[in-house]
């Protein structure tokens, strides 16, 4: 849809918003100090120009650049592995290759490694690396069985055998379904927006996640189909819940419209800003962090809103036979939503949307057409909006690199772009760098720009996104560091940075290496025809209990978050120490005796004690003892109660630092 | 210069009328960037988990009258003309509510004849306004002094959590409750986007104490266990050549034991029947006994929550027995007592106690279905702390359904922004602080500053 060119004249009527400022600052500036901080005047109106603004003195700038960069990770990473530069028996000793094929993702981690003077950590053995990797992949720690296979294994290239060998595995599809899950904020209630979605919408949208990614459906695709679908049944279409997301309670319709586009532009360009920018321009809010964002009006953002303003998400209700239920539904160019974004809200959870002085109901300049402001784009002839939309951000280059950087923040601990929405579309291109002082924002920019290009040659296969990312010499690097290691050199990669396991990962690690299994019901899931998740990684959403109180305790301990106000974390606290230390779910598996026996304990109890603790060892951390702690393991054993040291050792590796981190 | 430019030259001579949003003061701008440097508070020294914030100020002077927050959310809202409001309807009201003048407040004194008693205790803020009638919406607002539909408000931390980590440096090596407690909070809302150390610990009272805090092996053989974990894992937990971070993780387990087989969790955390009966013997009134008893053993724990999920959401048969009868005893009980216990241990001067449901209810005669549904006009209750007691901020018409008389100092509506910043004012706290240590770098406010108006203190409540 092409504007006429008078109404572009108000386009950007939002930036005198901006002037209004400005003029009211500089009234108010009785301190001298103020000149150095200002914005500079705008004589030759060059506010879009690629001109940075000046709006603050440069010396904060930087404080505030140096207080954002914590190294937090790789002091954690050292922590962890100080102790474990003892390399267990059986590791395969690698030549480390610098030698990388040019464009692969090792030629630019090392080549920014050797720009930098800095040695990277040697390449991880077989022992940490099937932990690590296969927790990564599938959230599950591998079985002994499988650890002692892998080590025995001469095959070179059972690295790459393995990392397939898991793709292809089921439980790669609960974890990643637990992922995007997260990602596109599949939860039944949003406390912050007072939407629910009910449990049928949530497991619809659950079963279209785990169908797409059991397909390995183009990620293109899927976006696609999340931004642009209309149903009339949210129950029967999961694929609408992502856009019903955006319902916000107790405001006008324009409130619905700017939290679709806050969302979709978070989870498919990682633009967060753009949520700032659908309350008021981008200058005076954004100068520090973002070029794009600084530059941009709050006009443009509502531009992007437009394109959902056509959209209608309401519940009605459907009956089937005797039942009535209440369902969402998503249509487009319904009764009432056939007009443009409308500047004439007063109310709602925005600042006001208003039109110039003088425009009235029904002139065009009281409405703002849809424009893809990253490239011009306009819906085309007989297009809804959304399928326009879905056009443009699928088409968008950066719609690769914010799907690519997710998956890289996940498996290195740290985005390209950290934290991975926060994308400031000016400063991504090596070729052309943003003026001074700001910097290109990706630590690696070619890297990044090379990773999406990639993402995009294989059909937006995620799955050979992450089989490349596994496979390379950066992600296979040790944790442990042999020399001085310089926080400095946290945005290198130059070693693998450690992370806690999810609390899923907890709680599954726990019941596998026990032996004792779990099946659940939960409520407004297993009810509903869906089977018992036997490990916690399938259940539907991270917001929801199981019949056993004590994997709840531990599930909502080890800070699991709800898709929506909480995050989830890394971070640990007094009642994780306490639940790993005194719950039941630990507890019960170190019966030894009776029906209740975890087969852990019972079926290793007859045991010699350094297999027994080799055994103990092997099932819980993936690895061997060092000769330290089987000294120690095997002098407790020999004390007085056998079989209370040995429960007493299971539940020190379950309160084991190296237990509960991947590192 | 390209079309845009041009478009844009033109629009800078036409003036655009809509100014609300940048009504706010200039201050916050033009202060944050004079103050970066000079003003940054010692808080990141007392983070331990976190990367170092840089906070700024605008130098508020704060009231700094309370060590301590209790802050009672009334989830489902309550009515507000029929209690802390008390509007008689004709043949509507019941007549066992006995409204009765005290001090010049008619109070329904059959409804909540303790909390009658207290009147000298407490004052009431009657000029107050919700923002929304969404429950889960208007309840997360409380709980964040913003509105939870905003850029940061998904992941805004709880106010509690802003004060545990204001009050991070007070704390005392051997003190060993968490700073932030909440209970009855399950559904609360968490620190946001804070480290997991400033959380609120949630507990659900129990007469036994907090659960998890023993071995069900038993204390010798929980001492064998960690004898011998640290036997293995020392070599990971201590003395950590690179610092803070994973010492923190072993610091969780030494907090974790501190509060296990310490009868000063079981005295604060535990209770008898004969303190619950006195309570009220409810859940809530479980929570204000142990609220009352962890203040007292003053173990670091600064803000508490106590959520009342007790079915204030009357939306038919509002005076049926089970219903407002039934919580308005449950309400008087359990908070007559925490006011009474507070003041006996010389506790209530240094504690601040706010009590608000996320919204009010309708008013004059019932609905249909006999009830009253979500109404923004609403009620606040502040006790202690500085408060200064028998005092009604504001007045409403006469059959409440609005504000007629503001009575402060800002002479608009009391906000759940407003509650936020009385709450850091009377801590101690620069309610104008900006942590620039959030997930997108945006700067978050205590309380908001980019909103239509600029929020403020309750002020008239301590003067």
């Not at chain 2, 001579?13 to 916050?28: E, L, M």
């Not at chain 2, 988990?49 to 130098?59: I, L, M, P, W």
């Not at chain 2, 002077?61 to 029929?82: E, M, Q, R, Y």
Request: hydrophobic share 35%.
């Amino acid at each position: 849809m092409q504007r006429p060119g008078w109404l572009s004249v108000w386009s950007g009527v939002a930036v005198l918003t901006l002037s209004a400022f400005v003029v009211s600052r500089a009234d108010d500036s009785s301190n001298s100090n103020e000149t150095d901080l200002l914005p500079v005047e705008h004589a030759e109106c060059t506010f879009f120009s690629g001109e940075p603004e000046r709006f603050m003195d440069q010396t904060v700038r930087q404080r505030l650049r140096a207080g954002r960069g914590n190294f937090r990770l790789s002091a954690l990473t050292a922590d962890v592995t100080r102790t474990l530069g003892y390399v267990p028996p059986g590791s395969r000793t690698y030549s480390f290759d610098q030698t990388q094929q040019t464009g692969s993702i090792d030629s630019y981690i090392f080549g920014a490694l050797k720009t930098n003077n800095i040695t990277p950590a040697p390449k991880t053995t077989d022992w940490e690396f099937i932990r690590r990797v296969t927790l990564d992949l599938t959230g599950r720690i591998p079985t002994p069985e499988r650890v002692v296979q892998f080590i025995n294994d001469p095959n070179p290239t059972k690295r790459a055998n393995l990392i397939n060998e898991l793709m292809a595995s089921p439980q790669w599809v609960d974890k990643w379904t637990m992922f995007y899950g997260d990602l596109f904020q599949n939860t039944q209630v949003k406390n912050s927006t007072g939407l629910d979605r009910f449990t049928q919408g949530r497991n619809a949208f659950y079963q279209w996640i785990k169908d797409s990614l059991s397909n390995n459906k183009p990620y293109n695709q899927m976006a696609m189909e999340l931004i642009a679908t209309q149903s009339d049944n949210s129950f029967t279409d999961g694929r609408i819940n992502y856009i019903v997301g955006g319902v916000v309670t107790g405001g006008p319709n324009q409130d619905i419209m700017d939290q679709m586009t806050a969302n979709t532009f978070d989870t498919f360009l990682g633009i967060t800003h753009v949520n700032c920018l659908l309350c008021h321009n981008g200058r005076g809010h954004l100068d520090q962090l973002s070029l794009w964002g600084s530059q941009t009006t709050r006009y443009q953002a509502w531009q992007l809103a437009s394109y959902l303003s056509h959209t209608q998400a309401r519940t009605a209700s459907v009956t089937n036979g005797t039942a009535t239920t209440t369902v969402w539904t998503l249509l487009d160019n319904t009764t009432g939503f056939k007009t443009d974004y409308t500047l004439n809200t007063k109310t709602g959870n925005r600042p006001a949307r208003t039109a110039p002085t003088g425009c009235k109901s029904g002139q065009p300049c009281f409405y703002v057409p849809p424009q893809y402001i990253f490239n011009g784009s306009t819906p085309e002839a007989g297009e809804t909006y959304r399928a326009a939309l879905a056009r443009s951000i699928t088409g968008d280059f950066q719609f690769a690199r914010a799907a690519v950087n997710y998956l890289w923040a996940y498996f290195f601990g740290q985005g390209l772009v950290d934290p991975p929405d926060t994308f400031d579309p000016m400063r991504l291109d090596p070729n052309n760098p943003p003026p001074a002082p700001w910097t290109l924002q990706p630590s690696n920019p070619q890297l990044l720009n090379a990773l999406a290009q990639h993402f995009i040659n294989s059909g937006y296969d995620v799955k050979a996104t992450m089989t490349e990312i596994v496979n390379s010499d950066a992600y296979q690097l040790s944790s442990r560091y042999p020399g001085q290691w310089d926080p400095s050199w946290q945005p290198y990669f130059a070693r693998k940075y450690v992370r806690r396991l999810w609390a899923e990962e907890i709680h599954d690690a726990i019941t596998q290496s026990s032996g004792m299994p779990v099946s659940y019901t939960v409520s407004g899931f297993t009810d509903q025809g869906f089977p018992n998740p036997t490990y916690a990684m399938q259940l539907p959403d991270v917001a929801v209990n199981t019949n056993n109180g004590n994997a709840n305790t531990v599930l909502n301990n080890f800070l699991r978050g709800n898709r929506d106000d909480q995050p989830r974390k890394q971070d640990g606290s007094i009642l994780q120490a306490l639940t790993l230390m005194n719950n039941q779910f630990v507890e019960q598996r170190l019966a030894a005796t009776g029906t209740a026996a975890a087969p852990l304990i019972k079926n290793n109890l007859a045991m010699a004690n350094p297999d027994l603790v080799n055994g103990l060892y092997l099932t819980i951390l993936s690895r061997l003892p060092s000769s330290d702690e089987m000294t120690k393991a095997t002098t407790a054993l020999g004390g007085a109660n056998r079989t209370q040291a040995v429960q007493d050792l299971v539940w020190s590796l379950y309160n084991k630092v190296d237990f509960i981190f991947n590192y | 210069m390209s079309e845009q430019e041009k478009i844009n030259c033109v629009l800078q001579k036409y003036p655009w009328t809509h100014k609300s949003f940048f009504n706010r003061p200039h201050w916050t701008r033009r202060q944050f960037f004079q103050l970066t440097g000079a003003s940054v508070t010692g808080a990141f020294l007392a983070e331990r988990y976190a990367k170092a914030a840089v906070v700024t100020n605008a130098g508020a002077k704060t009231l700094n009258t309370a060590k301590n927050v209790i802050f009672i959310l009334l989830a489902g809202a309550p009515s507000h003309t029929d209690t802390f409001d008390l509007k008689v309807v004709p043949n509507v009201t019941p007549t066992t509510f006995a409204p009765t003048p005290v001090n010049g407040i008619t109070w329904p004194a059959g409804l909540m004849p303790k909390l009658g008693n207290q009147l000298s205790d407490f004052a009431i803020v009657r000029s107050m306004h919700a923002h929304a009638l969404v429950h889960s919406l208007a309840q997360t607002w409380a709980q964040i002094g913003r509105n939870p539909a905003a850029v940061l408000g998904n992941v805004a931390p709880n106010i509690g959590s802003i004060v545990a980590i204001e009050k991070e440096g007070e704390r005392t090596p051997n003190q060993v409750f968490p700073t932030f407690l909440a209970l009855n909070s399950g559904g609360g809302v968490g620190g946001g986007y804070l480290p997991a150390s400033y959380a609120p610990f949630r507990v659900q009272p129990n007469s036994g104490g907090i659960g998890n805090t023993t071995n069900p092996d038993g204390q010798t053989r929980f001492l064998s266990r960690w004898n011998m974990m640290h036997s293995l894992d020392d070599n990971l937990r201590l003395n950590s050549p690179n610092g803070k971070p994973m010492e923190d993780y072993n610091d969780f387990y030494a907090a974790a034991q501190g509060m296990m087989y310490n009868p000063v969790v079981n005295q604060a955390f535990g209770f008898t029947t004969t303190d619950s009966t006195r309570y009220g013997n409810t859940g809530f009134g479980n929570a204000c006994l142990v609220a009352s008893q962890v203040l007292k053993a003053q173990q670091g724990t600064r803000f508490i929550q106590i959520t009342s999920n007790d079915g204030w959401d009357m939306h038919s048969n509002i005076y049926a027995a089970n219903q407002l009868p039934a919580k308005g005893k449950l309400l008087d009980d359990g908070l007559s007592a925490l006011l009474g216990d507070l003041k006996t241990n010389g506790l209530l001067d240094s504690t601040l106690v706010v009590m608000v449901g996320e919204f009010g209810r309708t008013t004059g005669a019932l609905t249909a279905a006999g009830g009253r549904d979500h109404w923004l006009q609403q009620f606040a209750f502040f006790s202690g702390g500085g408060v200064k007691g028998g005092r009604v901020v504001g007045s409403t018409n006469a059959d409440g359904s609005d504000t007629a008389d503001f009575g402060w100092s800002q002479g608009r509506y009391v906000y759940a922004e407003d509650l936020e910043a009385t709450i850091y004012s009377a801590m101690g706290i620069d309610w104008t602080s900006v942590r620039h240590d959030d997930p997108i770098g945006r700067g978050f406010e205590y309380v908001p500053q980019t909103g239509p108006f600029q929020f403020a203190p309750v002020n008239e409540l301590f003067v």
